[in-house]
């Protein structure tokens, strides 16, 4: 069963703010990873800073991860696994480099036994090429 939006924050210690809640709200419906520009243009009213702080405090409480593609930043809700001390972002991200939308392939995992003699604090895996998406509609 889905977890309301006050149990998501009440587990990673987030405290409750309508900006919070809706950012969040908007990042769980999105398919796709996205970059501080596209939130802020989202939320075109609100103040930057607050938007920038609450991605900030998303990252830092395991909420989301981020993504590096084409030197920008973007970033996706994480799974219930990931903490404040341990992001598990052990998947692929797709970036199309036609509609220039990055995701998610939690299909494509990268072991955990490689952690055994290594002390490993971050990993991405980016893969480049054009989406399903993009290729069906050719």
């Known amino acids: 069963m889905k977890k309301s939006t ?7 210690n987030i405290r409750l703010t309508t900006m919070r809640i809706l950012i969040y ?6 398919t796709v990873a996205l970059s501080l520009l596209e939130i802020e243009k989202y939320f075109h009213k609100a ?15 395991g909420l989301v991860h981020k ?13 219930d696994v990931c903490s404040e001390d341990n992001h598990k972002d052990r998947h692929l991200h797709f970036y199309c480099k036609k509609c220039k939308e990055t995701t998610c392939r939690d299909e494509v995992i990268l072991p955990e036994n490689m952690e055994s003699q290594l002390q490993i604090d971050e990993i991405q895996i980016l893969a480049k090429g054009i989406c399903e998406k993009c290729l069906n509609s050719e």
């Open 6 to 12: 006050e149990e998501v924050f009440a587990t990673k």
């Open 47 to 61: 103040d930057k800073v607050t938007i920038y702080r609450t991605i900030q405090t998303f990252l830092e409480r």
């Open 25 to 30: 709200e908007y990042m769980e419906v999105a």
């Open 67 to 79: 993504i590096l593609d084409e030197n920008v930043a973007k970033y996706k809700l994480c799974g």
